[in-house]
């Protein structure tokens, strides 16, 4: 098994890279099992204080890799509520985890990529973050991911984004809730993180456990009340007829027989 998630610790601190470029950091079976495997270890070691989540590529995540499992054998169906299974997984233990988890990004974010940093406590993205819901433009809705979404995003972001599908930047994703703080460049970035790092090695591990249960108990609570619902409502949506189109049509490069916007001139 190739590894794709790399894990080293340095000073107090652990660092998580996604590593599988060449399908964004989509969210296959070898990522997600190394992925869920290396957060319980970091979680469970007591040398770590905190936790970095980063990436390679031009891509941070771009959601579930559904073609691996159809290529499995899987139905749309079954791939579908595996990867719904594995997303609420994967966002659950890092809500939990006593231990701050920083995602730092500096690529697109597409799908659970959004839930992986909506779980996040912070979030640090640089100048090449790009931001889009796009799942209504598919017969779809962010169904598992709005768990920890809702909680971050201000409603009227929500409002927007959700429905609109537009992409947008990290600036703006900092005015939204989504983004702790945004760089104008690599090297800004870089600083910013070391700049929040030295802030939790100085903190008592007690001390920084206490402390993110304070902020994520209100998230957890309604991601338990609200977890079952919502992938419910994405396994029936992902078996219309309407998502069976729409990714049909993304596969293939054409629009969805519902897209209503003007050929360009």
């Known amino acids: 098994m190739s590894e794709v998630v790399h894990v080293g610790v340095d000073d107090g601190i652990a660092t998580l890279e996604l590593d599988s470029p060449g399908n964004r950091n989509a969210l296959g079976a070898t990522l997600v099992e190394q992925f869920g495997s290396a957060l319980r270890r970091v979680a469970d070691d007591p040398g770590v204080r905190g936790v970095v989540l980063t990436h390679t590529g031009g891509t941070f995540c771009a959601g579930a890799d559904l073609s691996e499992a159809l290529k499995s054998g899987m139905s749309v169906e079954d791939a579908s509520a595996h ?3 594995s997303m609420i997984d994967l966002m659950r233990t890092i809500l939990e985890m006593p231990k701050p988890v920083i995602a730092r990004i500096d690529g697109h974010v597409r799908a659970g990529g ?13 100048p090449s973050c790009t931001f889009a819901l796009t799942e209504a ?8 991911i709005s768990l920890v979404l809702l909680p971050r995003l201000t409603a009227r972001a929500s409002g927007r984004y959700f429905l609109s599908g537009e992409t947008f930047d990290s600036a703006t994703a900092v005015r939204l809730g989504l983004v702790t703080e945004s760089f104008a460049t ?6 910013g993180q070391e700049t929040v790092l030295a802030g939790i ?3 008592s591990p007690q001390g920084l456990a206490a402390s993110k249960a304070l902020t994520t108990a209100a998230v957890l609570a309604q991601f338990e009340e609200s977890a079952a619902a919502r992938a419910e409502e994405s396994a029936s949506l992902f078996s219309s007829e309407e998502a069976r189109a729409g990714m049909a049509a993304f596969l293939s490069k054409q629009r969805p027989p519902w897209d209503l916007t003007a050929d360009p001139a």
């Open 186 to 191: 690599s090297d800004d970035l870089a600083a």
């Open 83 to 85: 990867g719904t299974r």
């Open 137 to 144: 433009r598919l017969g779809l809705a962010p169904s598992v």
């Open 201 to 203: 090695r100085r903190s």
């Open 114 to 126: 959004l839930g992986l940093i909506g779980a996040a406590d912070i979030v640090l993205a640089g």
